[in-house]
């Protein structure tokens, strides 16, 4: 009963209190019914809008999670077709619901052809949805899921360094013969910040094998609180922000760039990215890692 009274109230509450948090709480609760339920009312009520879109897209990202591939499938593929319908009345990036719905899409039905061992053919898709969005702020994301499947073994993309803080950045083609770090990083993320001391330890560890990290960041348009900022404000408060909290890192060269984490996929912050003495990457990593995984990472290098 408790359980049945707590399903109506979250029901009843998708449209007033918001339908994407409703649904991802139903899905952290692997409730997959539950949150399907919850989409389908909020639509009864109110249509199709970008919110409900964005919520749809997360059926098929908790489908995909509990490896229902068909279902995960299915949802992604009716939240693009949905999306698309949508894209002939507004742009794409005129809110930021949209896009998010939008990229899940193309994310899920990727990693759907993967986890079906069609490797080559989620390339291709990836490849193929990049080409259509690459000018919107989708492109980040989605050569994210392509690199994660394609990006290493290959050449290091080379970096913007026309803008920088701290050090000038040298290029990659200049540290071939040194392993190179890669730490994407923003001035708002969190998991940036307790990534610090990691690098900051796999810095000394390391030297004598001569590892250089470079640290690249881009604007986001805001400071503190999230309050709008021009370019050249923006800029010395990233400056402040690595100054309080990447106090040890201050010797890694930071390239400021939005084209560098476009080209990297660094929609995730941190991502890390290990590239050989040859200009080769041998790790692609979206997201935080530990002590021990990036010595075992670097250990693989010799």
């Known amino acids: 009963m408790l359980s ?26 692997n409730n997959l019914p539950l949150a399907n339920a919850l989409v389908a009312r909020y639509r009864a009520q109110y249509g199709v809008t970008p919110e409900m879109l964005e919520a749809l897209s997360w059926l098929g990202r908790g489908a995909l999670a509990a490896n229902q591939l068909d ?5 992604a593929k009716q939240t693009q077709a949905l999306a698309i319908e949508q894209l002939k009345k507004r ?8 896009p998010l719905a939008l990229g899940a899409a193309i ?7 993967s986890e079906r061992g069609e490797r080559s053919q989620a390339i291709a898709y990836f490849r193929q949805e990049l080409a259509v969005y690459r000018a919107t702020s989708m492109r980040a994301r989605i050569q994210k899921d392509l690199n994660l499947l394609d990006l290493e073994g290959k050449l ?4 913007d360094r026309r803008e920088f803080l701290g050090p000038r950045p040298p290029s990659l083609v200049a540290l071939r013969g040194k392993p ?3 730490f994407f990083w923003a001035h708002w993320c969190p998991d940036c910040k307790a990534e610090e001391p990691i690098l900051a330890r796999i810095a000394k560890e390391y030297a004598a094998k001569g ?13 503190a609180r999230g309050e709008d900022a021009g370019p050249a404000e923006e800029l010395k408060y990233i400056e402040a922000i690595r100054g309080e909290y990447y106090a040890d890192l201050l010797s ?19 991502t890390l990215v290990l590239i050989d003495r040859r200009g080769i990457v041998r790790l692609y990593h979206p997201g935080a890692m530990t002590l021990d995984e990036l010595r075992a990472a670097l250990n693989r290098l010799g």
């Open 180 to 182: 190179v770090l890669l």
């Open 107 to 113: 994310e899920v039905q990727g990693q759907v052809l």
């Open 211 to 223: 590892l250089v990290i470079i640290a690249p960041t881009q604007r986001y348009g805001y400071v």
């Open 71 to 75: 279902q995960a499938d299915a949802f």
């Open 156 to 159: 290091a993309p080379a970096l």
């Open 4 to 29: 049945k009274l707590i399903a109506a109230f979250l029901i009843a509450a998708a449209g007033w209190a918001g339908v994407v948090t409703d649904v991802r709480a139903a899905l952290a609760q």
């Open 252 to 270: 890694a060269p930071a390239p400021v760039s939005e084209e560098n984490f476009k080209n990297y996929g660094a929609s995730t912050t941190p």
């Open 91 to 98: 742009p794409l990036d005129a809110e930021p619901h949209l």
